[in-house]
């Protein structure tokens, strides 16, 4: 069996986190590789990993892969998208982050996960993604176009608002005046979209929600929109830039620009283990029925 370990930090939940991964596969002869940079920052740690030298590193990913292990919180998630890409390999995630709604596996329970997930123990969730296009055509864009969370549009260097036109399927929707418009997938509702008032939406579900940022139009609500919809933004303002975000990566771009929003002709495949349902990530993260009344 052949597993990629992806990383983007070494915090203090790090050290022993990464051992005890590195030493379980190693004892059940996984063969691992490590992200160049994750090496690289391991490599200048003291830790108790047996024959580090002989793990190998990896730039890029192939088919030959049977899953992705992440190492850190959601985020580190969403950055391991851009080597999985659509290539169908499945991810699990260590949390040594904060909530952890993607990245669920505690550091005591990362052996029993491992090895579960060897006997062929778990589920695969496919994850809808978002993708876009912009006219004129952006070069960072093109380069990675696609995200699992969200795709944010947001105002640049100032503090007034912009104005979001807002179309779908070349029908006008609205103009939202505000700090800007947030397009998530089910996966991605309970993050940004979540703290700006947009609903949860199960992982399953065949939609996108559309919810703006801080709106001055007081009646603009987040709208659940079928995950079929080509959505289209364009952006005016007191400046003459906006950003645009996929996930974390932050792009740079003229006003008026045609932003063309629909679902990706792929999935990112999320292993869940057995005793991990959405629903129960969602009692424990949102800390649902933790009323002193009941």
């Not at 990383?7 to 050290?15: S, V």
């Not at 505690?106 to 060897?118: F, K, T, Y």
């Not at 399953?204 to 801080?214: C, D, K, M």
Request: aromatic share 8%; hydrophobic share 40%.
């Amino acid at each position: 069996m052949k597993v990629a370990i992806f990383g983007r930090y070494y915090n203090d939940t790090t050290p022993a986190s990464v051992e005890i991964l590195f030493n379980y596969l190693r004892k059940q002869g996984v063969e691992a590789y490590i992200q160049t940079r994750f090496h690289q920052l391991i490599s200048i740690e003291n830790h108790g990993i047996k024959d580090f030298d002989t793990y190998q590193t990896f730039n890029d990913l192939d088919k030959s892969f049977d899953f992705l292990v992440s190492i850190g919180g959601d985020g580190t998630i969403l950055r391991s998208t851009i080597f999985v890409k659509d290539l169908g390999i499945p991810i699990i995630g260590i949390n040594t982050g904060r909530l952890g709604f993607l990245a669920t596996i505690q550091v005591d329970a990362i052996e029993q996960a491992i090895q579960n997930i060897l006997d062929g123990h778990y589920k695969i969730s496919e994850r809808s993604l978002l993708s876009v296009k912009t006219e004129p055509e952006n070069l960072d864009i093109v380069a990675m176009d696609f995200a699992l969370n969200e795709i944010t549009v947001s105002r640049k260097n100032t503090t007034a608002m912009i104005t979001v036109d807002t179309y779908l399927d070349g029908e006008f929707l609205n103009s939202y005046w505000s700090d800007g418009l947030i397009v998530s997938t089910p996966t991605g509702s309970t993050g940004y979209s979540l703290s700006c008032g947009g609903p949860v939406i199960t992982p399953g579900a065949n939609n996108f929600v559309l919810t703006p940022i801080a709106p001055h139009n007081l009646s603009a609500r987040p709208l659940i929109i079928p995950d079929h919809t080509e959505v289209q933004l364009t952006v005016d303002g007191r400046e003459d830039m906006h950003l645009i975000s996929l996930d974390s990566r932050v792009v740079t771009l003229a006003n008026g620009t045609i932003i063309k929003i629909k679902k990706a002709d792929f999935t990112i495949k999320m292993i869940d283990l057995l005793d991990e349902t959405f629903f129960s990530t969602l009692r424990k993260k949102l800390l649902w029925g933790e009323d002193k009344r009941n």
